[in-house]
């Protein structure tokens, strides 16, 4: 009975959450697009520093106005001007090589789900404020398979950031200015980064794990996604540091995933989850094919209709009649 209670209350709580942002939804988008835009232009200028501040400012307040008015797939576009904006301050050849990765990255998966446009600044974000391990499981489940790329993408995008403030310093220092010495610094940095290469596989591997096992036709099969993929990423992780000696640390590792099973189990609960309870088996055939049919319906709640009774005061009709 317990229990029960307490569903019913989350249950309440979700509808109420739910009613409140479909009623709000034309001002609560836009702040929260902006919001979004203007904190995720402000990262990648701490990413990609190489411009005076207050030059960037109005860039990015402008931006995040029009980006709270336009379709978040946009922001990939504002992120990626920002970025060549900065680095033209370094020089052309460092432009030249992000160009062409955002080219390859657009070539490969952008052109074909627009939704996608987004994720690659959005990953390398998260990358900056280290909340890199909360992706691949989330992404997998939500997104699936279409989220590979992306994340690839983004995860290259952070590593450039970094060794382009090398790239910086020995173009700052050194005597060589020879034709494309910086991207050289820079491609041959990312491709012996043995870190880069443990991320990259890892989180390939969870995502396509997170979105098979979120296909199984089981009703519980998203809480098996959630925990068997965060204990995969994490091994994937530590086998990767122990093999390579790599330098992330042991505890943030478990504290994202633990974090992570926890923010998926709420967005799930948010999107519906399934009251097993009330699950309905249905069999039907036709010329062809046997049809077996498992359908689980979401817990929801129906608010109680108030009956309010309106009492008015009666006409004193004899009193009108005397007049």
């Given at each position: 009975?317990?229990?029960?209670?307490?569903?019913?209350?989350?249950?309440?709580?979700?509808?109420?959450v739910?009613?409140?942002?479909?009623?709000?939804a034309?001002i609560?988008?836009?702040?929260?697009?902006?919001l979004?835009?203007?904190?995720?232009?402000?990262?990648?200028?701490?990413?990609?520093?190489?411009?005076?501040?207050?030059?960037?400012?109005?860039?990015?307040?402008?931006?995040?106005v029009?980006?709270?008015?336009?379709?978040?797939?946009?922001?990939n576009?504002?992120?990626?001007?920002?970025?060549?904006?900065?680095?033209?301050?370094?020089?052309?050849?460092i432009?030249?090589?992000?160009?062409?990765?955002?080219?390859?990255?657009?070539?490969?998966?952008?052109?074909?789900n627009?939704?996608?446009?987004?994720?690659?600044?959005?990953?390398?974000?998260?990358?900056?404020?280290k909340?890199?391990?909360?992706?691949?499981?989330?992404?997998?489940?939500?997104m699936g398979f279409?989220?590979?790329?992306?994340?690839?993408?983004?995860?290259?995008?952070?590593?450039?950031a970094?060794?382009?403030?090398?790239?910086?310093?020995?173009?700052?220092?050194?005597?060589?200015?020879?034709?494309?010495?910086?991207?050289?610094?820079?491609?041959?940095?990312?491709?012996?980064?043995k870190?880069?290469?443990?991320?990259?596989?890892?989180?390939?591997?969870?995502?396509?794990?997170?979105?098979?096992?979120?296909?199984?036709?089981?009703?519980?099969?998203?809480l098996f996604?959630?925990?068997?993929?965060y204990?995969?990423l994490?091994?994937?992780?530590?086998?990767?540091?122990?093999?390579?000696?790599?330098?992330?640390?042991?505890?943030?590792?478990?504290?994202?995933c633990?974090?992570?099973?926890?923010?998926?189990?709420?967005?799930?609960?948010?999107r519906?989850?399934?009251?097993?309870?009330?699950?309905?088996?249905?069999?039907?055939?036709?010329?062809?094919?046997?049809?077996?049919?498992?359908?689980?319906?979401k817990i929801?709640?129906?608010?109680?209709?108030?009956e309010?009774t309106k009492?008015?005061?009666?006409?004193d009709?004899d009193?009108?009649?005397e007049?």
């Open positions: 009975m317990n229990n029960e209670k307490i569903l019913t209350r989350l249950a309440n709580f979700k509808e109420t739910n009613y409140y942002y479909q009623e709000n034309n609560l988008e836009p702040v929260l697009k902006f979004l835009s203007l904190g995720t232009l402000f990262i990648l200028y701490r990413m990609f520093p190489y411009r005076d501040f207050t030059t960037v400012l109005w860039y990015c307040l402008m931006a995040s029009i980006q709270a008015m336009v379709p978040l797939s946009v922001m576009l504002t992120g990626n001007m920002l970025v060549i904006l900065n680095l033209s301050a370094i020089s052309l050849d432009v030249a090589g992000y160009a062409v990765l955002m080219l390859i990255c657009w070539l490969m998966c952008i052109r074909f627009k939704r996608l446009a987004f994720m690659p600044v959005l990953v390398a974000v998260l990358f900056y404020l909340l890199e391990y909360f992706l691949p499981v989330l992404i997998g489940m939500f279409s989220g590979l790329l992306p994340v690839a993408f983004g995860t290259i995008i952070y590593f450039f970094i060794y382009t403030s090398d790239a910086s310093a020995l173009l700052t220092t050194s005597d060589n200015q020879a034709p494309g010495l910086g991207l050289q610094r820079i491609v041959s940095l990312l491709v012996i980064d870190k880069l290469l443990v991320i990259l596989v890892s989180f390939s591997l969870v995502i396509f794990a997170a979105a098979k096992l979120n296909q199984l036709f089981h009703e519980r099969a998203w996604s959630v925990l068997i993929s204990l995969a994490a091994l994937l992780l530590l086998s990767g540091r122990f093999i390579f000696e790599l330098d992330y640390s042991i505890w943030r590792i478990f504290l994202e633990v974090l992570g099973i926890i923010l998926c189990i709420i967005i799930w609960f948010f519906g989850i399934g009251d097993v309870s009330r699950m309905e088996r249905v069999t039907f055939e036709d010329e062809d094919y046997i049809y077996f049919v498992k359908a689980v319906p929801k709640v129906t608010k109680r209709q108030r309010v009492i008015e005061a009666e006409e009709t009193s009108f009649l007049e």
